[in-house]
């Protein structure tokens, strides 16, 4: 095969322009980037090899050498991992692998200068090495096969391949420094830049030494790295910042790790567990596969990043590693979701991160507040699959309030009134809207706090819990309210000027029943209205309003089922309303006034009259009444 020229998926194009003409202060990370490659590439090969000893052909000795040449002006990043064939090239270095970093250059303005800064916390991976490089030559050749094949481009647009030699399997990545970009060629510098992100590396990273060739003499090579598996190491031997470096490196991540968690259990199953929460959200938290992104190893061998029993899928923000020398290292991963050692580990994992949230949400509550916007709404979805941890991450579950813009359901049991007791909730799609709804108002004008629960996880986790710490968890949109026994400050002087006022309703509930018919479950006086006239609950067993109107918006449901209509006794409309009813079985006003008055309390929740233009029509006519 001759020498094949390919262009650049657009999104590398683009990202090599902001690459090139970055002023990108932090070049050094180009290093990190091919190491970073390198030792992913050995991880790859070492674990292909559990099933295919062959592929090793003796060379066991994984690491990841660097070299340069002065004279030439050249770094040399080379490796004897997995290794790439023509199709690999083709299909990696020419394309963005990382979702994240995908979405980001999409995102990108056209304004290349305002972005550039921001190129260094994304991933830009193997093309970061254009930051500092005219022309990269990539000679790879994969475990298993015997050509070899040669990736070069100069990084502007284009790229070729073509035969090339290599004598074993692996990478080497040569790249051809840019005028101002020789201070690389310095080992103390290289050195410098090894030592401070690629510590954590696992495999030995060398450099070989500077001979000056006179007398046949190379300098000797030297280890630069610890090249020791971060988490094998004691937590007082690692500090914050190479704790932060390898989570970039084994995340893929540019954020700071929010917590950190490292552990070695012995047991029945020992393992060692090195976890980041991060601080900021993944590009695919919400991908519908809630995939795991923990790394799974055995003794030190990375086995999979698809272990789906280790974590269950309400954390999945975590990344890192869990690395046990109990599980065995040919497992499948079918075999891994229903092995009972991985079950005890998936146990002690979750207790542990569970611990350590609770601990920062009572330690620290605004940097808690910061993890529960960013992951709250994932790990909600526990408390719907994960039974056994229910309690736990009840505790660790925030809620927007009428009271407060974050708080805990103990936060709230300790703020109940005196005679409370349920906790009260209404949920809904919108928080401005939630807030303005007639059925807060009675609470409102009792000062009883409802939480407002806004995320449609929300609806789902609502059905299986009941009660906190002996409470009830009571919607206000279903079933009766009844605040009465609710003790506040100004109670005494308010109640009794109501009980006065209050007018018969029987003869308009009646009048309204009957013209309603089917289309409401029953009609009966408000306890829970101060303002509005109207409202629609559901009845007690029946299913929650906002929970109706999700199924319907997703096709689940046609029709909704017929709702309490609830009339507010003070108010003027319905206090007229009701002198009239009983006077004139044929009352064109009062018949019109019913289907108003139904529409409007639908019109209040953000629905639409059940027929528009009979609605309009009603409404007309008893404008036209009025003046
Ligand atoms: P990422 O490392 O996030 O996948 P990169 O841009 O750094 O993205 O690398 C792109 C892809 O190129 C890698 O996923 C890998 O498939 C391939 N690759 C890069 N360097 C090597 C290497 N040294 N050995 C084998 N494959 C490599
Ligand atoms: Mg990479």
Redesign the pocket.
């Known amino acids: 095969m001759s020498k094949e020229t390919f262009t650049f998926q657009t999104e590398v194009s683009r990202l090599l322009d902001i690459v090139a003409s970055s002023l990108y202060s932090n070049r050094e990370i180009f290093l990190r980037?091919?190491i970073?490659?390198?030792s992913?590439?050995c991880d790859?090969l070492r674990h292909q090899a559990l099933t295919s000893p062959s592929l090793i052909e003796g060379d066991h000795d994984f690491k990841v050498a660097l070299s340069v040449d002065k004279e030439a002006k050249t770094i040399t990043?080379s490796?004897n991992?997995?290794?790439?064939n023509h199709d690999?090239?083709l299909?990696?270095?020419g394309?963005?692998?990382?979702s994240g970093?995908g979405a980001f250059i999409e995102q990108m303005s056209k304004d290349d200068k305002k972005d550039s800064g921001l190129i260094g916390q994304f991933?830009?991976?193997?093309?970061?090495a254009f930051m500092v490089c005219d022309k990269v030559e990539?000679t790879?050749r994969k475990a298993g096969e015997q050509e070899g094949w040669l990736w070069v481009s100069d990084g502007k647009g284009e790229f070729s391949i073509e035969k090339g030699s290599r004598d074993e399997r692996?990478?080497?990545?040569v790249l051809y420094l840019k005028k101002d970009a020789e201070e690389f060629l310095e080992p103390s510098r290289i050195t410098h830049i090894v030592k401070m992100y690629s510590d954590h590396i696992g495999f030995p990273v060398t450099l070989a030494g500077q001979g000056d060739g006179e007398d046949g003499k190379e300098g000797k090579e030297e280890t630069l790295n610890a090249a020791s598996a971060i988490w094998t190491r004691s937590p007082q031997e690692v500090d914050a910042e190479q704790y932060k470096e390898f989570y970039h490196h084994t995340a893929?991540a540019f954020d700071e790790p929010w917590i950190t968690l490292h552990n070695r259990i012995e047991g029945v199953v020992s393992y060692t567990n090195l976890l980041f929460i991060p601080s900021v959200r993944p590009f695919d938290l919400f991908d519908p596969d809630r995939k795991s992104h923990v790394k799974l190893f055995v003794n030190r061998v990375f086995i999979t990043e698809q272990a789906d029993g280790l974590l269950p899928p309400y954390l999945r923000f975590l990344r890192g590693v869990v690395d046990s020398e109990d599980l065995s290292l040919n497992i499948s991963r079918e075999m891994l979701q229903t092995d009972p050692k991985l079950n005890k580990i998936r146990n002690g994992l979750v207790k542990k991160v569970l611990g350590a949230l609770k601990k920062k949400a009572d330690n620290d509550a605004e940097a808690y507040a910061q993890f529960w916007d960013n992951f709250g709404i994932v790990l909600k979805e526990g408390l719907v699959d994960d039974y056994p941890m229910r309690d736990k991450l009840l505790e660790l579950t925030r809620f927007k309030s009428t009271a407060e813009t974050m708080t805990s359901l103990a936060g709230y049991v300790e703020r109940m009134k005196e005679g409370q007791e349920a906790i009260y909730y209404i949920t809904g799609e919108d928080e401005a809207q939630l807030a303005s709804s007639p059925h807060l108002e009675g609470f409102k004008a009792k000062g009883i706090e409802v939480l407002l629960l806004i995320d449609p996880v929300d609806e789902f986790w609502m059905q299986h819990i009941t009660d906190f710490d002996g409470k009830a968890l009571k919607s206000i949109t279903r079933g009766e309210a009844n605040l009465d026994a609710i003790k506040t400050e100004d109670d005494d002087n308010a109640k009794d000027d109501k009980a006065e006022d209050a007018p018969q309703l029987d003869l308009l509930i009646a009048a309204i029943k009957l013209e309603l018919g089917e289309s409401v479950k029953d009609v009966r006086p408000s306890k829970r209205l101060t303002e509005s006239p109207v409202c629609l609950i559901a009845d007690d067993g029946d299913m929650d309003v906002n929970m109706e109107r999700l199924l319907r918006r997703h096709g689940q449901m046609t029709n909704g089922m017929p709702r309490v209509l609830e009339l507010n006794p003070s108010h003027a409309i319905v206090k007229k309303l009701a002198e009239r009813a009983g006077d004139d079985a044929e009352d064109a006003l009062l018949k019109d006034a019913a289907h108003l008055l139904l529409d409007q309390a639908r019109i209040a929740e953000g629905e639409a009259p059940t027929d528009a233009a009979a609605f309009a029509k009603r409404l007309a006519s008893v404008m036209e009444r009025a003046l």
């Open positions: 980037e091919l970073s490659n390198a992913d590439a790859k990043v490796d991992g997995i290794g790439m690999d090239l299909a990696t270095l394309t963005i692998a990382s970093t991933g830009v991976g193997f093309y970061s990539v790879a692996g990478t080497t990545v893929h």
